[in-house]
């Protein structure tokens, strides 16, 4: 089955800077697709980004980016010019071809002030 | 606001009780999933359906069952409830049935005493 490792729990990053939260996946497939979802405290699941692994190009939602290294099995987050409403879980997960997903264990962000 | 209702927001209930969770889809939406978000085991995908039809199943337990009705909204039975069954149970929906990106509803959060 696959895998997906979020080996820091908890970053901190200063607002208006730049912060990475890394992601690795196990898999043995071609084809699948990643995703990166926000969970404030509100604990409300909110979509950030999205990267299909047939695609090279990385993709870019305004001050969020991310880093599909697809050899490696890394797909890490970049948050540009952090705010505070940036503060939340932020959770890794892989859609298979044939619809199962796994969600990495988190990455809590705190912005300081 | 994803669109994506759920109810109800809380539930509190009795060990081996059985209890209903109920989902609609954001408009236009076909598919809904199911997930469990629990402190012990993460985010864990359930099931997912499709237009009426089973899609996909993930981790869903034989005490659990799930349909999705002709007007599309889906509901999860949870029966013969244990105290780890206390977990906070996402529905999700998209427009079709992969690849691309969910939505999430706000969640209902269920404790089995």
């Known amino acids: 089955a696959q895998t997906v490792t979020q080996s820091q729990p908890e970053m901190s990053v200063q607002e208006a800077e730049t912060v990475t939260l890394s992601c690795t996946y196990d898999?043995?497939?071609?084809?699948?697709?990643l995703f990166w979802y926000k969970q404030p405290p509100s604990r409300q699941m909110i979509l950030v980004i999205r990267q299909e692994a047939y695609k090279q190009q990385n993709a870019t939602e305004n001050r969020f980016s991310v880093n599909f290294q697809k050899a490696a099995k890394s797909f890490s987050l970049k948050i540009s010019d952090s705010q505070l409403g940036d503060a939340a879980m932020y959770f890794c997960a892989y859609r298979s071809l044939i619809n199962q997903f796994y969600f990495g264990t988190g990455t809590s962000l705190t912005v300081i002030p | 606001d994803s669109g994506v209702t759920q109810t109800p927001k809380h539930l509190i209930t009795a060990t081996g009780q059985r209890v209903t969770l109920r989902c609609s889809p954001r408009s236009g939406d076909l598919s809904v999933y199911w997930y469990q978000q629990s402190l012990d085991q993460g985010l864990q995908f359930l099931i997912q359906?499709?237009?009426?039809?089973?899609?996909a199943k993930g981790n869903i337990l034989e005490r659990f069952s799930a349909q999705q009705f002709p007007d599309l909204h889906s509901e999860l039975n949870l029966s013969s409830l244990e105290l780890g069954d206390s977990a906070l149970y996402f529905c999700a929906s998209s427009l079709q049935s992969s690849g691309e990106s969910q939505y999430f509803g706000p969640g209902t959060r269920l404790l089995v005493l």
């Open positions: 898999t043995s497939e071609s084809d699948y697709y």
């Open positions: 359906y499709y237009n009426g039809e089973e899609r």
